[in-house]
């Protein structure tokens, strides 16, 4: 009975890790040791027994449990793990006699970390149980102005009066109103069946609120609920029946909507990129599926490169799930790939997309063998008329990153581990240590490659004691391990200050819609012999930053505001005077470097200590990416 569930608990968790990566959102269990303030910027006051909303338990308060779960709190880890078997004892314990013992918590602006009874919790999420009890400690940060802090210190005077903790409103003075709305006084207390009668009408309404879609308005169900009851009266709707409340619900949705502005225009600050469902006009009903596969050189389980591919296909299925189907064809090497694009053909695939700079050349010839079929590689700087290629800016993440690393590099040392010495890995490395500069004049950037023959990349690291290290992109949930993206360590553990993110879905999406548009065939000139690359960024939402919570607040504006610029296309990572390790590379103040330049560089920036290698030094399994991308294909 037990191991079912786990089963069944493992696919909710592996579908939320997913969803989550793919809108840029932290995949596992938040850490409140990461988030909370400095010390001696807060208090702790214990609540005791507190009855806790399942729904606000969000993660732990140390490290340790963090990446056993998704962000659901469903379990991730292998179902012949130690964990998976606790878990699944746990869960019968809970379907024959139910779990009872207290957890231990904190909970931080009104949300929940568990201390003890991770499992407990995430056996009794997966079960649906509305709250769970606990004993509570709260983490009372210092009074400041910012409006998530004042809104958790009128919420903590509410409490006083009414130890309700399962509503939340996203503008201040609410609370106070919500008093006087059910006919309290400043500060009067309420009794227990004002707390009973309260909870019971929530209930029914948010029920209602989010049956009608109110989870895709900007607001909370507590903002929708107070304007609500500000409208009709407390007590007259509290008395309707469930079918009177859903009539003036709808009569008042309108009102709900109204109270987005607010958050709206503050979230026009980002580029919008919502797509518009294009395919009621763009197919007729009879249209049959688009039939794609993916080609891969690895696993989702094995490499992180592939795993970002495989979000991207996962996208796909999500966004166009009567549109299109896909198939992946895994452990792709360059001895077998002919016959998995082959497989991928007779299966009646009529898109292909082949992951990885190795495949160029198997995609050029069955291209080629296949001219019905569109085939696109995963590569820069390739060019044939026979297929096209893709790729995306990194570089442009890096700099950002970089300028992070600036900010942070208290002893001006920062390391950069690369793979690939490739085209467009040395875009990134200078782009990077070019946003250092830019912020700190002194950082010096220490390049290592983790695919070098020779040498020991942590000791390596450990001489050089750099501030901030900047590792792989993103990890597989396999290896549960924090050294990705820009982090430095403290206390022996590294501490994550951003992560840059490939939103390979959002590619194939606008690429897909081309098609269905019937704009495919625009890109192409029977008057051109030029071929066609893609070469997307920032701008399109292919690529994205993730910065952490608990970057300076200046340096997170800085960011912001160099993100800005360069989506809108009035920055240029690579513009104005440039060095390398060896001269001058461009003199003007005001000239950018061009695509073909950014794609092809061959030279490190002169705030760079190391190389480019050359293949003989490195490992086995580079040598086919070399062979193809390699900006020094000769030893």
């Not at 303030?37 to 702790?44: H, I, L, N, T, V």
């Not at 909970?107 to 407990?120: A, H, I, P, S």
């Not at 003036?248 to 009102?255: A, C, G, I, R, T």
Request: proline content about 5%.
């Amino acid at each position: 009975m037990g191991r079912e569930e786990y089963s069944k608990a493992f696919r909710l968790g592996k579908k939320d890790y997913q969803s989550r990566m793919l809108h840029g959102v932290k995949p596992t269990l938040q850490v409140l040791d990461d988030i909370m303030p400095e010390k001696g910027s807060y208090s702790e006051q214990p609540l005791g027994l507190v009855q806790i909303p399942a729904d606000q338990i969000v993660g732990t308060k140390t490290i340790g449990r963090s990446n056993s779960f998704a962000g659901n709190f469903m379990p991730i880890l292998r179902e012949n793990s130690e964990f998976a078997q606790k878990w699944s004892a746990l869960s019968t314990s809970h379907i024959k006699e139910g779990i009872r013992e207290p957890i231990k918590a904190y909970e931080y602006m009104n949300k929940f970390y568990v201390l003890e009874g991770n499992k407990r919790v995430s056996v009794m999420k997966y079960f649906g149980v509305v709250s769970i009890p606990g004993n509570v400690t709260r983490i009372v940060p210092r009074r400041t102005e910012e409006k998530e802090n004042k809104i958790y210190y009128e919420f903590m005077d509410f409490y006083r009066c009414a130890p309700i903790n399962y509503i939340w409103f996203s503008r201040e003075g609410s609370f106070a109103k919500l008093q006087k709305a059910v006919g309290k006084e400043p500060g009067e207390m309420w009794t227990d069946e004002d707390l009973l009668k309260f909870s019971a009408f929530y209930t029914r309404f948010s029920a209602e609120y989010k049956a009608k879609g109110g989870n895709k308005l900007h607001i909370t169900p507590g903002d929708a609920f107070l304007s609500f009851i500000t409208l009709h009266g407390y007590d007259k709707t509290e008395e309707k029946t469930t079918n009177d409340l859903k009539e003036l619900m709808v009569k008042s949705w309108e009102e709900f909507k109204l109270l987005q502005e607010e958050k709206y225009i503050d979230l026009k600050m980002q580029p919008n990129q919502e797509k518009k469902p294009l395919f009621n006009l763009l197919l007729p009903l009879s249209s049959t599926k688009q039939k794609i596969a993916f080609i891969y050189e690895k696993t989702p389980g094995t490499s992180a490169w592939t795993y970002a591919h495989e979000l991207g296909r996962l996208y796909l299925d999500q966004t166009f799930p009567e549109e299109v189907h896909t198939l992946c064809y895994e452990n792709g090497t360059p001895e077998n790939v002919d016959t998995l694009i082959e497989e991928a053909i007779s299966s009646g695939c009529n898109l292909i997309f082949t992951t990885t700079p190795a495949f160029v050349q198997a995609s050029v010839k069955a291209a080629i063998a296949h001219p019905e079929t569109r085939i696109l590689s995963c590569s820069l700087n390739t060019s044939h008329r026979y297929i096209r290629t893709y790729y995306s800016r990194m570089h442009e993440a890096k700099f950002l990153m970089g300028a992070i690393a600036g900010a942070m590099a208290d002893n001006n040392r920062l390391a950069y581990i690369a793979d690939y010495p490739i085209y467009g890995s040395i875009a990134n490395i200078n782009a990077f240590a070019l946003g250092a500069k830019m912020i700190n004049p002194r950082a010096k950037v220490y390049l290592e490659w983790s695919t070098m023959k020779e040498g020991d990349i942590e000791e390596k690291i450990h001489e050089i004691n750099p501030s901030c290290i900047s590792g792989k992109d993103m990890v597989i949930p396999e290896e549960g391990s924090r050294f990705f993206g820009l982090y430095h360590m403290n206390g022996g553990y590294p501490r994550n200050l951003a992560m840059p993110l490939h939103h390979w879905g959002k590619f194939y999406e606008q690429l897909i819609r081309t098609i269905m548009d019937g704009k495919w065939k625009y890109d192409d000139n029977p008057a051109s012999t030029k071929a066609i690359n893609y070469w997307w960024g920032m701008s399109s939402g292919v690529i994205d930053l993730i910065c952490s919570q608990h970057l300076p607040i200046g340096t997170k504006r800085l960011t912001e505001l160099l993100k800005a610029t360069i989506c809108s296309e009035q920055f240029n990572p690579f513009s104005g005077i440039l060095y390398s390790q060896t001269g001058l590379v461009t003199d003007s103040p005001d000239r950018s470097l061009s695509p073909e330049e950014i794609m092809t560089m061959d030279w490190l920036a002169e705030n760079i200590i190391g190389t480019i290698p050359a293949k003989e030094d490195l490992k086995e399994q580079a040598v086919p990416v070399i062979d193809q991308q390699g900006v020094k294909k000769e030893g």
